[in-house]
């Protein structure tokens, strides 16, 4: 582990990341953010889903540096008397999980269908090319909305695990479409090239020439372009939490957390919304910059 690290620390992308300030900073934040939401079962000093230790009493009390907060509760509590911190860091769980597993989801159906498109060419390019000018002409924010609206209404009932899963999915559906066409556009450029024309001689089959040769050098654009999506796709989760349509309420995430509390911002209460903003903010900026700096670091003209 240590030597895998040395050498990447050596290498070329290594040297850039020690050298670049905004990128060690990011991934400081990202760091702090992904390890306290993966551990908010021990990290986090309250369980604010776990009802039997709410106290309504405590319910909408300020911060614990204000004059009348509780040292009990750093960051105050909510309308029901969640502790924010502890609601930070599961609402940011949860905003993390279903981020990653849309970017996951969207980029294997995008790279699946911009390597189809760019190595067969013909019909079946011309027919998903215009599929993702259908999709780029609708918001994505708009499209989402509409499947997640869509898929509640058809399970009103559901498990939260269904609810999730159509969150996903709605998604998923706005995001492919990037992945599809950069993915096509750089295999549109290596399949012309001498290693693929040779392996075509040699009579490779044109599935394993995809699988082996084109996807391993068209998957640069892809990482900075998934890392880069994480933040969009999270952002677009605590958009349709905070009009309704997102998560259940019983698991809030960052942008369930902000609706409740904008419901109590001009009555005083500002740290139930401004604090989950705040950590969306952080996330999402966090690993824009880590994506802008993989984008700068992969690109060999600025090296």
């Known amino acids: 582990m240590r030597q895998t690290l040395a050498r990447w620390l050596d290498s070329d992308i290594g040297h850039s990341f020690r050298t670049s300030p905004v990128a060690i900073t990011a991934a400081a934040i990202a760091f702090v953010c992904v390890f306290c939401a993966v551990f908010a079962n021990w990290v986090a000093p309250h369980n604010p889903f776990d009802l039997t230790t709410l106290e309504l009493s405590d319910a909408r009390r300020p911060p614990a540096w204000s004059a009348e907060g509780s040292a009990k509760y750093l960051l105050g ?32 159906i995008g790279v699946v269908l911009g390597l189809l498109a760019g190595f067969k060419g013909g019909w079946l390019d011309a027919f998903l090319m215009r599929l993702c000018d259908v999709m780029l002409s609708f918001p994505p924010i708009l499209v989402a909305l509409l499947i997640a609206g869509v898929g509640r209404a058809m399970f009103p009932n559901a498990h939260d695990t269904v609810a999730f899963g159509v969150l996903i999915v709605s998604i998923t559906l706005t995001g492919w479409v990037q992945y599809a066409r950069t993915v096509r556009g750089s295999t549109l450029v290596e399949r012309n090239k001498e290693y693929v024309q040779a392996a075509r001689v040699t009579g490779v089959p044109p599935l394993r020439i995809m699988l082996r040769h084109v996807l391993p050098n068209v998957t640069g654009p892809v990482l900075v372009l998934a890392t880069i999506h994480v933040a969009t796709a999270i952002i677009t989760e605590a958009t349709l939490s905070f009009l309704g349509v997102g998560v259940p309420p ?54």
């Open 77 to 108: 509590t909510d309308d029901q008397g969640r502790d924010i911190l502890s609601a930070l860091m599961y609402g940011a769980r949860i905003s993390l999980v279903v981020g990653a597993a849309s970017v996951l989801l969207s980029m294997v």
């Open 250 to 303: 019983t698991s809030p995430s960052l942008g369930t957390l902000i609706r409740v509390g904008n419901d109590y911002l001009f009555s005083g209460e500002w740290w139930i919304t401004i604090f989950p903003g705040l950590m969306l903010i952080l996330i999402a900026l966090s690993v824009n910059l880590l994506g802008d700096w993989l984008r700068d670091a992969l690109n060999p003209r600025l090296r």
